[in-house]
């Protein structure tokens, strides 16, 4: 007999709520292009602001934010999405991005 047995998921539900009054401070304009959290910080892209902030969500508080490079040709707010992963410190360049100069 090779039945199968499948479950069911369980279903998310809300854990906790950002503050947005707190993430969104400072920009003119907050709208959020990506957020992922990466070694137990959690990472927003603020596209249209063009900078990257790192929270420790446990205490609330902005650990680092980063001013993102102008790209040119119109297309200096249309950065939608992210990818982080560890690499060696000598990969990266001035500014702490990958390719900045």
Known sequence: NNSTVTTAPPKL???MK???????????????GSMTYFEGVLYVLHDNARVVRA??????R?????????VGDGANNQWEGMSLHRGSSQAITAGGLRGSS
Do not use: F, Q, V, Y
Request: proline share 3%; charged share 35%.
């Open 13 to 15: 539900g809300r854990h």
């Open 62 to 70: 902005m650990l680092s934010e980063w001013k993102l490079p102008l």
């Open 55 to 60: 929270w420790d969500t446990e205490k609330g």
């Open 18 to 32: 950002l503050n947005r009054a707190l993430t969104n401070k400072d920009l003119k304009n907050s709208k959020i």
